[in-house]
């Protein structure tokens, strides 16, 4: 089942735009994490929040995470077309080391 | 640079044909893991393994088995492909102890 959920499905914007993608999970979490797919490709790590941090930065990523209300964002502020692609978020709980998986933001960046 | 290489970016096998899809890493990490990746479905885990011969299944395992012989290798073994098996296949890998996980560029697999 999975635990993570992104919203929206599906996001376009101009260049130069804030992107802002939220993700929900069911259950108490160790920790969070952020991952980037480019079409066609492997994912790849942008940033983990753990679950007593309750922001985190890197260049121009913003992660959040609110443990009452079970959800974090992401934010990518002064969008460029590169950043076009998937995110997805990846939670981890328990004594588990696994993530699971939500299905994704499809971000679409227009020059 | 570290890395995870799948050993076929596009495979297009026949229905009943024995696959095996193969991922290196080389960064010494002891889990390694394969996904399926579907639209809709997001990534699914079909089995990971903690260690040198050492194997779990994941969510989805059935028609589905692996072999990790060596430390740096995993591979995924369908063993008579079907169309319902047509999907990326993700591999990846993590250190002990971590959830970060490394992913490999995918085998986007079709089986006709």
């Known amino acids: 089942s999975q635990q993570g959920e992104e919203d929206p499905q599906a996001l376009s914007i101009q260049e130069g735009e804030n992107a802002t993608m939220n993700c929900s999970y069911k259950?108490?979490?160790?920790?969070l994490q952020w991952y980037r797919q480019n079409s066609g490709r492997g994912l790849v790590h942008l940033i983990l929040i753990r679950s007593n941090e309750r922001e985190k930065h890197s260049g121009r990523l913003r992660v959040t995470l609110d443990t009452s209300k079970k959800s974090s964002s992401l934010l990518i502020t002064a969008s460029r077309a590169a950043d076009t692609a998937s995110y997805f978020c990846a939670s981890t709980s328990g004594g588990s080391y696994i993530p699971t998986f939500g299905r994704g933001t499809s971000l679409i960046v227009h020059p | 640079d570290v890395k995870v290489t799948q050993s076929s970016r596009y495979l297009v096998k026949r229905t009943g044909e024995k696959v095996f899809l193969e991922c290196v890493q080389d960064m010494d990490h002891e889990n390694m893991f394969w996904y399926r990746q579907d639209p809709g479905l997001g990534l699914r885990l079909i089995y990971f393994?903690?260690?040198?011969?050492?194997?779990e299944k994941g969510d989805i395992p059935e028609g589905y088995s692996v072999s990790r012989e060596k430390k740096e290798r995993f591979s995924l073994i369908l063993e008579s492909a079907s169309t319902n098996q047509t999907s990326m296949y993700l591999c990846?890998?993590?250190?002990?102890?971590?959830?970060?996980?490394?992913f490999g560029p995918g085998t986007r697999l079709t089986v006709t």
């Open positions: 393994s903690y260690d040198v011969k050492m194997k």
């Open positions: 990846a890998s993590t250190d002990r102890g971590s959830s970060e996980q490394y």
């Open positions: 259950t108490s979490i160790n920790n």
